[in-house]
């Protein structure tokens, strides 16, 4: 069963080396997701790519984009 949802997201990519506010968080080469809404962290994803862990998140955290 699969569905198809629209939300309303912006994905950055930051190369945490880069950026000192994320540098105590470069550990190896894991994927880190970290969800923002109105500049607060409202989820966390730390332990690798996990395709339906991140569509929990952003579906928990994010609401679903409005059309029309």
Request: a positive charge; charged letters at 30%.
């Amino acid at each position: 069963c699969s569905t198809s949802h629209s939300y309303d997201v912006k994905w950055v990519e930051v190369c945490a080396d880069d950026v000192t506010k994320f540098k105590e968080m470069a550990v190896g080469a894991k994927p880190l997701f970290i969800l923002y809404k109105t500049g607060l962290e409202v989820g966390r994803m730390d332990k690798g790519a996990n395709g339906n862990e991140l569509q929990r998140l952003v579906a928990a955290n994010c609401g679903e984009k409005k059309t029309g």
